[in-house]
T-cell receptor, first 115, second 110 residues
Framework: EAGVAQSPRYKIIEKRQSVAFWCNPI?????LYWYQQILGQGPKLLIQ????????DSQLPKDRFSAERLKGVDSTLKIQPAKLEDSAVYLC?????????????FGEGSRLTVL | SQQGEEDPQALSIQEGENATMNCSYK?????LQWYRQNSGRGLVHLIL?????REKHSGRLRVTLDTSKKSSSLLITASRAADTASYFC??????????FGSGTRLQVQP
């Protein structure tokens, strides 16, 4: 089966510019996650969707970050305006419905550099 | 804190040796998972151990869990250069999405 697809793989922008990342989860996976991974650290959850509803966005900086999952499939994460500290890898992950393992399947990530 | 803390932060060994990395945590868990991340790639699930299990094996991987000490260890036996990666423990508390520690960076010298 196809894995989690993310694009773009790399993006370089100036601070205060905007950027958007796209994610297509594994077919049939109802739950979708966006994690932020700063260099040298572990992934930190930004937002979790169940179908097209938000389950947890408590760690999403809502003044500059937004995410949506229209139709419960693809998702877009947007940053506007970007700050230097937003330089990180943005990882999308999905999990199967009613999974008894809770295993997450990750995409390759989108690496953002803010200059 | 609801995330695990891995130890050591970095580990360098020779091919053929065993690698052991540890994860300590402070909250109650449903299960604990280990993931691998190769440089510039996404995370890949390795193994899951439930809170009522003490030990689990998968190929060259052996995971232990001590819920009384709130700690887990991941052992990679007969390591290979291809095992060079970062390894993360992830906690499933049942209350929110998986939380990840800061990882152990393993370097296996050929």
């Amino acid at each position: 089966e196809a894995g989690v697809a993310q694009s773009p793989r790399y993006k370089i922008i100036e601070k205060r510019q905007s950027v958007a990342f796209w994610c297509n989860p594994i077919s049939g996976h109802a739950t979708l996650y966006w994690y932020q991974q700063i260099l040298g650290q572990g992934p930190k959850l930004l937002i979790q969707f169940q179908n097209n509803g938000v389950v947890d966005d408590s760690q999403l900086p809502k003044d500059r970050f937004s995410a949506e999952r229209l139709k419960g499939v693809d998702s877009t994460l947007k940053i506007q305006p970007a700050k230097l500290e937003d330089s990180a890898v943005y990882l999308c992950a999905s999990s199967a419905p009613r999974s008894n393992t809770g295993e997450l399947f990750f995409g390759e990530g989108s690496r953002l550099t803010v200059l | 804190s609801q995330q695990g803390e891995e130890d050591p932060q970095a580990l360098s060994i020779q091919e053929g040796e065993n690698a052991t990395m540890n994860c300590s945590y402070k909250t109650s868990i449903n299960n604990l998972q280990w993931y691998r991340q190769n440089s510039g790639r996404g995370l890949v699930h390795l193994i899951l151990i439930r809170s009522n299990e003490r030990e689990k094996h998968s190929g060259r991987l052996r995971v232990t869990l001590d819920t009384s000490k709130k700690s887990s260890s991941l052992l990679i036996t007969a390591s290979r250069a291809a095992d060079t990666a970062s390894y993360f423990c992830a906690l499933d508390t049942g209350r929110r999405a998986l939380t990840f520690g800061s990882g152990t960076r393993l370097q296996v010298q050929p």
